[in-house]
């Protein structure tokens, strides 16, 4: 049988194989109706009939003088109108504070919540269409029908279980030990003495305070409420049920002294339909994140672990509410005009095409093509161990449009591999060295070192050679383990020209303090006034506000939590085809090695990354991390690029995240038509679990680490380009990095 391509473990950590623990149990709470933070005093629902719902104003769409989208839709909130509980049979609310001060974000057809931070609130729904509302006897409510929205966390990738210091907070960072996890660490070894008496804490993160509705094609009334719990985490959803086995076996005790992740009586964790969901827990649930072994933040390991496994239903106290009315854009912009789908055609689904006949063929192990009239989708390691192989339940991977949303999954096979989901538009791409490709989407953006979304640019020198005429690739794209690499391998196995731009977890080993931060002249940046050791205005960091005081902070984080790579493959001549790939998959004829990495040294790191950290001001000093406030599984976030063959800009939300010239001659792309690749990566996932519970300093991803471990779900939206536009209309060209070269060591001369 072939050997399954396998992914090796981050190479900054030695890492055993991973063994599992389960628990049950269900976390809880308490409530109170009077808040702090809530307007007005508690009073009981009212009964009347709501009101026709309010289409609220949404902001307009600039252009450029041409006539083509220059900007990006403004994602200013506008305040949400009020309007009446649901009443009649079957609705009783509990009593509940009022919930002031929302505001909504408008979006082609769907909505992010904007809600304020209520004192001991864990979590934020949002009701859609429910059809009954019960009061318990115990003061929680229990709804039946609808969609409930929820928040879930904000997500970290610092640690949640940290040492700080007693009066100020000042998280202290500290070598990792071993194989010790943080809750037996007695004696940190750290990296500085701290000036100040230090403990032990541990921090639950407060919830997101948006919240996503998808599918709002039309004006409607929803309800929102803070809770005193986390919604439910239901079980990974997908378009048909699956329990995926895992690879240990029952009682494996391969991280000695390690509760977490040894002992285990798992064996599989499933794949939910909506069915399910809604058989399970009366309403469909859509981003819940409690743990099935409860929602906070424990110092010890429970019994049996339940990992990824659905949470037991659970109601929750209600301690503030409001009905608003909600509406898609009145006027959004207009679509891209090359390429562009909004997912609102349900009945194009995707069906199964042959294996295409690539001249180099990669991946050993499965593969699935799927195509609708607009996409084609290329799925490989989620199964072993041939390019046909059925699905042999070790992993799992698929497509579906559901809801005005593009649904993509993804678990590598035996929790072992490097395995992708790509999305390829049936058509070309083309670039120049003058106006912009417009390239825009929507997915959520939280990503580790081992999961993450990537987009890429690749395509042959000769017009016509990229795509088929049925808008399929003629030679393949897939990535393989550390492509980013000087020795990764080229994501063409045609050995195409490539650029590609990706997000990651930022770096736990580096402080965000001034004397370790470059501007882009590689000079340091300025020192902020009064800064020293230990002085929070030294650093760029994160403030984490309490739960039970969102006007306090809980603690801070003082290193990024994000980082963007843009990457450049050179083209490989034919003479370096198949590239031969060796130990971790890197490649062996050095002459060839493709990738050149031309993004900024922004920070002094161990690792040694170079990639952007933070994004910058017109000196090119650093400002704000590049992408820390996009950490979340929900709501999705909207990105812009705006490419040509010498420059990329991204936007974020419709801000200015980072713009990156490569105009060297081994760098400007020479690409007659583009291939652009969507792609969802997942490798060794077992390996990424064990960090969780190993590393003190990505010891957070709360969503990643208890419900999501071995398998990524993400959903896309709005997604398109559009050729020979202008740079936005805000976009300053002092903020661009412009890469020369850094020899050898990056490939270049």
């Known amino acids: 049988m072939p050997q399954r391509r396998s992914s090796p473990i981050n190479a900054l950590h030695v890492i055993g194989a991973v063994s599992l623990v389960l628990l049950a149990g269900c976390g809880g709470g308490s409530g109170s109706s009077s808040l702090p933070t809530a307007a007005a005093s508690a009073s009981p629902p009212p009964t009347s009939t709501p009101t026709t719902p309010t289409t609220p104003t949404t902001p307009t769409q600039p252009t450029s003088t041409d006539g083509t989208t220059s900007t990006p839709p403004a994602t200013t909130p506008v305040t949400a109108p009020p309007a009446n509980l649901p009443s009649g049979s079957g609705f009783n609310f509990t009593t509940a504070a009022t919930l002031s001060g929302i505001t909504v974000i408008p979006n082609r057809d769907s909505v992010i919540i904007q809600v304020p931070a209520v004192a001991n609130a864990r979590d934020f729904r949002v009701l859609v269409q429910p059809t009954s509302v019960k009061a318990n006897t115990d003061g929680t409510e229990s709804v039946s029908g609808g969609t409930q929205f929820c928040a879930g966390v904000r997500q970290h990738l610092a640690r949640s279980r940290y040492v700080s210091d007693n009066v100020t907070m000042f998280p202290y960072y ?7 996890t943080p809750t037996s660490i007695t004696s940190p070894q750290f990296y500085m003495t701290p000036p100040g008496a230090w403990s ?21 009334s929803v309800t929102v409420e803070a809770m005193d719990r986390m919604c439910p985490f239901p079980g990974t959803i997908g378009r048909n049920h699956s329990d995926i086995t895992l690879s240990h076996a029952a009682g494996e005790n391969n991280n000695p002294g390690n509760a977490w992740i040894d002992a285990s009586a798992l064996v599989s964790f499933p794949v939910v339909t909506e069915a399910e969901v809604i058989a399970r827990y009366g309403s469909l649930i859509i981003n819940g994140q409690g743990w099935a072994g409860g929602p906070n933040v424990q110092a010890t390991a429970p019994a049996k672990p339940p990992f990824a496994q659905p949470a037991p239903v659970n109601p929750p106290k209600v301690l503030a509410r409001a009905t608003v009315n909600i509406a898609p854009m009145a006027n959004p912009p207009a679509a891209p005009a090359a390429f562009f789908d909004d997912f609102s055609n349900s009945a194009d689904a995707f069906k199964p095409i042959p294996i295409p006949n690539w001249t180099y063929p990669r991946d050993g192990a499965g593969e699935k093509v799927l195509q609708n009239s607009k996409w084609t989708v290329f799925a490989n390691g989620y199964t072993c161990c041939s390019p046909t192989a059925a699905d042999d339940g070790n992993g799992y991977a698929d497509a579906y449009v559901e809801n005005g949303t593009m649904n993509t999954l993804l678990s590598d096979w035996s929790q072992d591999v490097i395995s992708e989901v790509s999305l390829f538009p049936r058509k070309a791409a083309h670039l120049n060295s003058s106006t912009y490709l417009h390239v825009t989407y929507e997915v959520p953006s939280f990503a580790t070192s081992r999961r993450y979304w990537v987009v890429s640019l690749c395509g042959s020198s000769t017009a016509g050679q990229t795509l088929d005429a049925n808008g399929v690739l003629k ?5 393989t383990t550390f492509f980013y690499t000087p020795t990764g391998a080229n994501p063409s196995t045609a050995g195409w020209n490539c650029l590609q731009i990706f997000n990651r977890e930022g770096n736990s080993y580096a402080f965000s303090n001034w004397e370790s931060m470059y501007n882009l002249n590689g000079s340091r940046p300025p020192v902020p006034a009064n800064g020293g050791l230990y002085d929070l205005k030294d650093y760029i960091y994160n403030s984490i506000p309490s739960i039970a005081d969102p006007t ?10 994000s ?9 490989i001549p034919k003479a370096g085809l198949p590239e031969k790939l060796g130990t971790n998959e890197q490649v062996t004829q050095g002459q060839y090695t493709s990738p050149v990495n031309v993004s900024p040294l922004q920070l002094d790191n161990p690792a040694s990354e170079v990639a952007w950290f933070y994004r910058v001001d017109s000196n090119g000093n650093p400002v704000a991390p590049i992408l820390d406030d996009q950490q979340q599984v929900a709501p999705r976030t909207k990105y812009d690029l705006y490419v040509r063959n010498n420059r990329i800009i991204m936007y974020v939300n419709g801000q200015a995240r980072l713009c990156n010239d490569f105009t060297t001659p081994t760098t400007t792309l020479n690409i007659a038509d583009a291939a652009v690749g969507f792609h969802q990566v997942l490798y060794h996932s077992a390996a990424e679990f064990t960090e969780r519970f190993v590393d003190p300093d990505r010891g957070a991803a709360y969503h ?16 398109g380009f559009e050729e020979n536009v202008a740079a936005p209309a805000d976009f300053d060209p002092k903020t661009c990095f412009a890469h020369t070269s850094r020899g050898a060591e990056n490939n270049e001369p």
């Open 200 to 220: 032990w804490h541990d921090l639950d993160t407060p919830p997101n305070l948006q919240i996503e509705v998808t599918g709002v094609t039309s004006s409607m």
């Open 174 to 180: 500290f070598y990792v030990n071993g194989k010790d």
């Open 475 to 479: 030679e393949q794209v897939v990535h």
């Open 563 to 571: 980082d963007v790579v843009v990457l450049v493959n050179k083209p």
């Open 704 to 719: 990643y680490r208890y419900n999501s471990p071995w398998i990524d779900r993400r959903s896309w939206d709005n997604m």
């Open 552 to 561: 306090k902070t809980a603690a801070y984080t003082v290193h990024p939590e």
